[in-house]
């Protein structure tokens, strides 16, 4: 039967007792609070779109040309999974990069939406950078605010380890603008903690939908950056210090036993056995080209903050001010983020030369092995702050809460002005990646060009530029490329033309410094604008010095 109020009845209504008062006045709060939140739930959203338009923005203008080697290799497996075959090189040396299906398959996906060209290449690079960004604006802003959330993502954005990414130029990392697990990963481990830390102020069902949430992103994590694992066994510990019942850590683990199992299935009929990834993961590694010893090793850390750039500072002050925050406060936020960074600092720096200097799995002096604990250093950075100024006598703070405020706006402004102006300063002329773009119009318009030798990395990223942005060809020669660290270019890679660069970024030069010289009989066919990329014909048998 259906139900009908008293008025649909035309009856008059009695007055209204005491317990109906408190009955209204419950649910008028709870309106309320629902009304808040879905205030919150908004800001959220469109400051997250507005982090991820940044994101995009910025990779738009360092415009990072396709890179060769890790990248390479996973566009290439992406192209031809399932089918990817480990009897043929690049796969037999370097089956990790492509057992990160969380990085494989979506760059399929885009293959398959946009075509296998440049424009897919960037929309998976721009989706990775998307991730991290958002990721740390989202898991600040859930500890202390969207202030300290939008800053943090900000402090990155613009950070060299970010900006300078490009080895036809000046590089320090690979980061923005670049297919490689190392951000998207990262990205999406800060989400998942954003989702602990909410689900710690709900409850019932709410709490539990959020912990489901947070244990997917976790998971997936680990499709993409399988080292992230290591971050995993202090769950238990990040619920225990958001106050989230023990009995709660089966609810987070229920969607990452899920992810793990698809993982499993996908191995076993990918690649033959169900734990492909962990094994290529355990059994990658080896005597390092670097010198290694456990001492430096130890200090892996701090070198990769600091022996790439200046600011990469920022971090190391950002960890400091966490532990003295933690210890004046106590604060269980700020203890959260020491366990996180802790969590992956240690096995980082054990597996980068302390157990083993000649055995080296992780390579924890290179920056973007750190970038999962970037996002907690910042929370904790800017936290710390916040907390201690909070605690400063009376008689130190300003008069009025707008006085305050003001001060610590003029003070922001300051600081990021000066952080922004030294970060922006620190990227030199960005080549982007026009001198390409120019060959890609060179190749189109030269048909008596068949063959090209280039070094092993340039032939690698020349790969994109023989079709235009969406994949279709422009131009169907041969590439012949060869190990850009053997003492001498081989006789048959000067059989032809010579796609030729000097190396501007970390790169070593080809053949320990060879360059084509007209004095030997090589003639200059073709340049790029800027002098970045040059075509040398190869001079006529028998006249090379």
Not at 58 to 64: A, D, G, R, Y
Request: with cysteine; hydrophobic share 50%.
């Amino acid at each position: 039967m259906a139900h009908t109020t008293a008025d649909e009845q035309g009856v008059e209504q009695a007055p209204e007792t005491p317990q109906d008062s408190g009955r209204d006045g419950r649910g008028r709060a709870a309106a309320a609070r629902a009304a808040s939140r879905l205030r919150r739930t908004r800001r959220v959203v469109w400051l997250s779109l507005l982090v991820a338009a940044a994101a995009v923005a910025v990779q738009w203008t360092l415009m990072t040309p396709p890179l060769y080697f890790d990248p390479y290799y996973v566009w290439t497996a992406a192209a031809s999974w399932p089918d990817i075959p480990l009897t043929r090189w690049p796969f037999t040396e370097v089956p990790h990069q492509v057992t990160r299906i969380g990085l494989v398959l979506p760059t399929r996906l885009a293959q398959e939406v946009f075509g296998p060209g440049q424009v897919a290449y960037f929309v998976v690079a721009a989706a990775g950078g998307c991730a991290f960004f958002v990721g740390t604006y989202l898991v600040v802003r859930s500890l202390f605010g969207d202030v300290a959330g939008v800053a943090s993502a900000a402090v990155l954005l613009v950070h060299p380890f970010f900006t300078m990414t490009n080895p036809f130029g000046h590089e320090i990392t690979w980061s923005t603008g670049v297919v490689l697990p190392d951000m998207p990963g990262a990205g999406l481990f800060a989400t998942g903690m954003a989702g602990l830390v909410v689900a710690s102020r709900r409850t019932g069902r709410a709490q539990t939908r959020m912990l489901l949430a947070a244990g997917a992103f976790l998971g997936a994590s680990f499709l993409v950056r399988e080292f992230l694992a290591f971050l995993f066994l202090a769950i238990p510990v990040y619920l225990a210090l958001l106050r989230i019942p023990w009995r709660r850590n089966v609810t987070v683990g229920a969607p990452m036993l899920a992810i793990l199992a698809f993982n499993l299935i996908h191995n076993q009929l990918v690649w033959g056995t169900p734990l492909a990834g962990l094994v290529s993961a355990a059994t990658h590694g080896g005597q390092s080209r670097d010198y290694v010893t456990r001492e430096l090793a130890l200090r892996s850390f701090p070198r990769a903050m600091h022996d790439w750039h200046a600011l990469g500072a920022v971090f190391t002050v950002a960890l400091a001010l966490t532990i003295v925050g933690w210890a004046v406060t106590r604060d269980r936020r700020l203890a959260l983020v020491l366990v996180w960074f802790f969590a992956l600092a240690v096995p980082l720096t054990l597996f980068s030369g302390v157990l083993d200097p000649n055995d080296i799995k992780l390579r924890a002096w290179l920056q973007r092995y750190w970038f999962a604990v970037l996002p907690a250093l910042l929370a904790g950075g800017f936290g710390s702050l916040t907390l201690m100024f909070r605690m400063l006598p009376s008689r130190l703070r300003p008069r009025s809460r707008a006085a305050g405020r003001a001060v610590l706006a003029a003070a922001a402004v300051v600081l990021g002005g000066a952080y922004t102006v030294a970060a922006v300063r620190a990227v030199p002329d960005l080549p982007r990646d026009k001198a390409w773009n120019e060959l890609r119009v060179h190749l189109a318009d030269d048909p008596g060009l068949t063959l090209i030798c280039a070094d092993r990395r340039l032939a690698q990223t020349l790969t994109f530029y023989t079709r235009d942005k969406w994949g279709e060809p422009l131009w169907r020669g041969e590439i012949r490329d060869f190990p850009h660290y053997l003492p001498k270019v081989p006789t048959n890679a000067k059989e032809g033309p010579m796609l030729y660069t000097r190396w501007r970024g970390m790169e070593s030069q080809i053949a320990s410094g060879w360059r084509p010289s007209p004095a030997e009989g090589w003639t200059l066919r073709w340049s790029s604008s800027d002098g970045t990329l040059q075509i040398w014909d190869n001079p006529p048998p028998g006249t090379e010095g």
